[in-house]
């Protein structure tokens, strides 16, 4: 298995991760703009235990505008973020794709924050904009699963690999009684991204279809 | 009210300024990468006299890979480890300010890009940036 080596500006502070990451993602929230300095920041999330942390590092908690805990951990000397943990996924620990200094690490899959975009940046129209699922979200928060259902099918046609949508829109297929289209639609989501399995397993929108055979083969 | 007002992420360290950049540039240096964490390094140049620095800074001093071996010192937040700008010894008059911590998408855009062998190849080219 491939292992990357992440450090800070000066090189006091590295972290050492074995294995492709599980999820890279891009934001534009403010909060992330502040703390990099620049436009968006890159991390990329890797299981606890196949990442080993050496040397000194600082933390600062923040809790984020959907109310979760994160704690960003610094060099003391430079400054420098290298590496987050977040309370919710405590398993997993995301590292700042910058400090592994390699302009050929893999790509984000998704943007999320799209609001906050900086209109001049390019981001391709491969990596997964969360504007997308935006649209919809106020009909998901409403309990309107059916017509979430149905308006997706055109949003999927036009971005027919963008997981995080087909997560979604299977979360809402699961709660309409659409079990055939959930599974579908959540299979192709894990193809694409295979951490949405863990995320799946803990979902209560999938409760009401949990016990199907085809939902257990999938999630297991 | 300033103009423009740039904090680090808890807010210790500030700089404030009534002035636009004369400057904004993107780099996609190594040593950007690292300090950001991300694709590149977003900087605003303004005048010394031109901004207003609030709060205790730590300093981290690096050369420039360049041919001229300049030293550049970035000042960070003690606290939270945000670098909100830094200085040349060389060039006392000039304060270089990332744009992140402005925390505003409508600040001016990048026209100029430095490094842009690095670059990773998924991250477009604005076209806000002047052809090379």
């Known amino acids: 298995m491939t292992t990357r080596e992440a450090a800070c500006s000066c090189g006091q502070l590295r972290v050492e991760a074995t294995g492709d990451p599980v999820r890279v993602s891009m934001c534009h929230c403010l909060a992330c703009q502040r703390r990099s300095g620049s436009a968006f920041a890159i991390q990329a999330r890797f299981p606890?235990?196949?990442?080993k942390i050496a040397c000194r590092f600082n933390d600062h908690v923040r809790v984020s505008d959907d109310g979760?805990?994160?704690?960003?951990?610094?060099?003391?000397?430079?400054?420098?973020?290298?590496?987050?943990?977040?309370?919710?996924?405590?398993?997993?620990?995301?590292?700042?794709?910058?400090?592994?200094?390699?302009?050929?690490?893999?790509?984000?899959?998704?943007?999320?924050y799209e609001s906050r975009r900086h209109p001049w940046v390019v981001v391709p129209e491969t990596i997964e904009s969360d504007a997308v699922w935006e649209s919809l979200r106020p009909l998901y928060e409403a309990g309107e699963y059916a017509e979430v259902a149905d308006r997706a099918r055109e949003l999927i046609g036009a971005y027919p690999d963008y997981s995080e949508l087909l997560y979604n829109v299977a979360c809402c297929e699961s709660r309409a009684g659409r079990t055939a289209d959930a599974i579908d639609h959540l299979r192709r989501a894990i193809?694409?991204?295979?951490?949405?399995?863990?995320?799946?397993?803990?979902?209560?929108?999938?409760?009401p279809i949990r016990d199907e055979p085809a939902f257990r083969e999938l999630v297991g | 009210m300033?103009?423009?007002?740039?904090?680090?992420?808890?807010?210790q360290l500030r700089v404030e300024t009534d002035h636009d950049p004369f400057v904004v540039s993107m780099c996609h240096c190594l040593a950007c990468q690292r300090r950001t964490g991300t694709a590149f390094g977003l900087q605003a140049g303004f005048t010394a006299d031109q901004v207003q620095i609030a709060g205790a800074v730590s300093d981290y001093v690096r050369i420039s890979d360049e041919a001229d071996?300049?030293?550049?010192?970035?000042?960070?937040?003690?606290?939270?480890?945000g670098t909100?700008?830094?200085?040349?010894?060389?060039?006392?008059?000039?304060?270089?300010?990332?744009?992140?911590?402005?925390?505003d998408p409508s600040f001016p855009a990048p026209t100029e890009?430095?490094?842009?062998?690095?670059?990773?190849p998924w991250v477009g080219r604005p076209s806000t940036i002047d052809p090379a």
């Open chain 2, 2 to 11: 300033a103009a423009h007002e740039a904090a680090c992420s808890c807010g």
């Open chain 2, 113 to 120: 890009a430095g490094y842009e062998s690095r670059r990773p």
């Open chain 1, 191 to 207: 193809a694409r991204q295979a951490l949405l399995r863990t995320f799946a397993a803990g979902d209560s929108d999938f409760d």
């Open chain 2, 84 to 103: 909100v700008f830094y200085t040349e010894p060389d060039e006392p008059g000039l304060i270089v300010v990332m744009v992140g911590a402005f925390a």
């Open chain 1, 48 to 51: 606890t235990d196949r990442v």
């Open chain 2, 69 to 81: 071996e300049k030293e550049h010192v970035f000042h960070f937040c003690p606290e939270c480890g």
């Open chain 1, 68 to 112: 979760d805990e994160r704690t960003f951990h610094f060099c003391p000397d430079c400054g420098s973020t290298v590496f987050y943990t977040a309370g919710e996924m405590s398993d997993l620990i995301a590292i700042a794709v910058g400090a592994f200094a390699d302009p050929s690490f893999p790509p984000p899959v998704v943007s999320v």
